[in-house]
Every structure is written in C-alpha cells, then in structure tokens.
DNA sequence: CAAGAACGTTTCAAATCTGATCCTGAAAGT
DNA sequence: ACTTTCAGGATCAGATTTGAAACGTTCTTG
C-alpha cells in the first residue's frame, strides 16, 4: 500500500479540521512521522493524542504504532515507490476524471497558498538585481517556462543549469541582492538542495516551488509553495505548479507596474518590426 | 469587501467538511452563485439547505440573498474585459479569481476536445516510429515539456529546433511512418507553419496543439486541440495546454502499455543506480 | 387578491467530532 | 520484583456539525 503521505493525499478531502490540522503538520515534515510519537505530532499538529490516534487508524493503520513502523521502512527504502506501476492496471482514464483530478490539483493547491508568502516573495523578486531560475532534470521545462515569463518583466534572468556550463562557475556571481526561483517537484536532486543552500548561504532570497511530498527542511528557502500533483493517469500533473508560476510571475508584473509594462510593450514592438522579416522564430 | 470566491479562499481553512463541499463546488463555477438558488447549490454540492444557509453567513452576508445579490454584481463588473494594458491599472488579482479563470480554462478546453480527435492522434502516436516535436519561440518550453513526457513512454524523440542546429537539415528526415507534435499556442511563427506543411507533404501524422484564437487551416493538421488561455492576470494562461499535453501523454502511455511499463520501469531502474552516485543532475 | 410554489431561515434532534481522563502495557531504572 | 515513565488505546461527556422538518417570506400565477 501507499506511504504516509501518499494515504493522507488520498483522503485529504474527507478528513475533519482536527484531522486536516494533523495531515497539514505531517505533509510539512513526514520523516517526523518515524521519529516523534503520535502524542508529541498531536501536541505539535495542536490537537488531542486521542485525535492523533484516530487519524492513524483513518488512514487505514491499525493504529500509531503500526503507522511509525511504516513510516520508518518508507524512509528505509528511501528509493521512493514506483507509484505508476499501479496505474497501469486501470484500463484508461476518462476526460472527466482527468479533468476533475486537474481542478482538484489547482484549487487545493490555490487555496492553500498563503498570499502573505506570496507577497514577501514578489517584493524581493521586485527589488532583486538578477533573478536565477534553477531546475534540474525533470524541473527544466519547468524553469524554462518560469523563465520565459520572468524575462518578459525583468531583464537579467539567468538559468541553472544552462547548456553544458559548470553550475558552480557560473552561480559564482549570486549576490545578497539576487532572487533565486527553485524548482522541484517531484524527484528532487541534490544538485537542487546544493544551490538552494548556496543560495541561502549568499544571503539571496529563495523562493521554492514543490509538491505535497517533499519534506521541508525549515530554512532551505526563504519561502516555499505547495502544489498538489496526483496525477489522474500515468504521470503526475505540473498543472498547479504552472499555474502558480503563471501567477506569481503576473502578480510580479503588476506590482512592478509601469517599468515592466514598458518592457511588454518594447518586446512587443521589436515583435512586430521582425515579423516583417522572413525568420521569425524567437 | 471581496467578492464570493475571496471570501471562500480567505477562510477556506476554517470550514467544516460539509462547508468545504460547498466551497468546492462553488470555486469550482462562481457565476453558478448568481444563477442558481442556495437550494439548488446545496443540492449540487450534496449538502442540506441549512448547510448552504449557514455557509453563506459563515463568509459574511446577512443571508444567501443579500450573497446572490453581490454574486450578481461581481459578474456584471467582470463583463468588460481587462485588455493587458488595462490590467495594470487594478491593484492585483485575487487569488480566488485566477483559480476561477484556470479552472475555467480547463473546463472548457477538456470539455470541448473530441475522444475520437484524441484516440485518432494516439493511434497514430502509438505506432509512429520516430515522433517529432516542434516548439518555437513562447512554445518551446511547451515542447519541452511534452517531450520530457513523451521520451518516457517512447525511445525516438526528436525536438525542433534544437540546440543552433539548422531545422531543415534535422526535419530532413521525417517519414510517413513519423508523428508530428505541433505547438502553437500565443504567437504562432512561420517557420511552424513551414514545419507543419513539410511535415503533411510527407505524408506524416500531425497533431497540432493550440489555442481559441488560432484561425483554422483545415488541412494543415491531422487533429486539432484547441485550448482555452485566457490569463486573469498580466499573462495567458498555458495550463489546459500543458493539462491536455500531460492527458495525451498519459493515454498514450496506457494505450501503448506494457513496452511503455517495461521502459518507465527501466528507466526508474537507471535513475536508482545513479542515485547513489554524487552527481543526479539528469 | 388568493393560492401556491419556491426559497431562505430557524429549530431541533441525531450524528459526529474532540479533548480530558483513565487504563493498559512495555521499557528502563532501582 | 517493584516502581517509574511514557506511549498508545479506550471511554465518555461536552461541543460542534448536520440534515430533516417546520416556519416565514417573497414571488408568481390564476
């Protein structure tokens, strides 16, 4: 069966306020679950260990102990479960329960995004001297989109990795005045928390965009936004991550304001002038 | 004061689970608010009237009424549409009217692709030989994206343009036997209208991925899927294209079946054994 | 205007949730 | 062996939530 936070994913929806509260301060930090004990994760969740109690047997345990158990193999085998395995079984997934997943993904994670973080996150990114995308492996279309839409309001956004360069040699030049976008959902690497703690190290402000799973490691990232992923079919979803970039990004352009607008609008004309010439893919 | 979706968002975290259930189904449609009665929202949402009664004072109003009424009111000021330019001039969008336009995107978009557009194009998909994607410009993170999905599922990639590389060189050789990923949303470039074109004279399948606005040249395409991307904020929106693409690639991979298992899990199997290597940048 | 329908509100009892308290058992110390 | 300690489990009473039904109100229709 699933691990401790791929359960509470599942049953999110139906759980109490109490329950939700518990789920919420796992999610945050689901190795914890392996150490602590039932009783101190309801102290730190703020609620009853008769609450704690029930939400691990809700979550199909036969009870806490049996739930730290397993939470402590999950870590064991840290190479995490190949999840689509299953999904292969179902025999196909219908447009609506693909679309119900997606609206899903996107409210929950929407919903539970404090604008307070959000809004800490654009002012520095406003103020930032340079901006660095970093994403690795599966995040880089991420970070390739993410920064497709920063240069349209910024103007020195600089990408990690990029093309066969060293990471080291060219994150040399971060300054306590730079912003760094971090990007990992799903399959993190170190390469990732490398940069980001070389980041944190510069004093720069680090915004990190992940799943539900990821552990948080306090103060990796100066602020960090959720997004739920599950999938519907083989793979898992970026729409919520997209669409939180998509916002954020628009949120910065406005808070900007007038210099950025300027900058649409040159873009925009240099568009027009070359459109008129025959090559026209940029 | 906010509108109905703000105030859900604002205290979204504080409702029971009959008032979530609410909540969720009116996020998930805000104009249903003005449309339709307390009663029959309740209903939609398998909630009791008392329940939608209560909710609607729970976010503020004197009563479901005096809510309908102000539900009304939020419709008909969003009536005119904010060109980009004009966007600047509101102080920021809300979160809750994002997550209204994406899921809005998303609805219409997924409701409206044909299943047997998309069953033609998987088949074609599932016994072409070598499959290309083409991205230019805003697009090419789009391609990435895709065919970070698509390698998973099957060996022969190829991506245009790539790396300084001359196009027609690479497209060269493209076979009846191949198909075509075409993504077009926003700006759409001469040189994917050449791709395309090349890509039909060659007799290969070609489907062809955009958005509302694109005029429609029949046979330019194999199959068309036509995404919904209006942005609430500064940018369009490329959720239901990447939503579309992650469904596409999802089917796909299940149609195609156990080659696809057997590769997904080969490939699972590399990235275990280079884990425990230093560098997992991949 | 009267009758009726639809709707929203209120009431109330049942269901559910939740924390305090007590109980059991295991591990560690004496 | 006895005590201590701590975690988990069980119980129960109080609080909260929830739907059914009764009750007004508004609107429509004849």
New interface residues.
Partial sequence: MHDVSQRIVDIY?????SE?RMADTILQAPDLVAELSATSLAARAGVSKATAARFFRRLGYAGARVARADARRSIDRD?RE?E??AR?G????S?AQ??TA??QN??RT????R?DD?DSAIRAFALAEKIWVVG???N???A??AR??LI?VKPDIRMI?I?GFSVPEEFASIRASDAVLALGVG?R???LRSVMASSRKADAHVTFITDQIAPVSEDAASVTLRCRTK?????D???AP??VL??F???L???I??P??AR?EYISQI?AEWAEL?????
């Fill in positions: 929806d139906e759980l109490t306020r939700r190479g190949p689509w395995r292969f179902t025999p196909r997934v447009q693909h679309l997606e609206v996107l409210t929407i919903e539970q995004i604008s959000l690795f492996g599966e880089y279309p991420l390739h989109f497709a839409l349209r990795p093309g399959r690497t170190k390469s999938g519907a079919g083989a793979f979803s970026v729409v997209v669409s998509t916002y990004c628009s949120s352009a406005l808070r304001g007038e950025a607008l649409l568009h025959a090559g026209d893919d940029f």
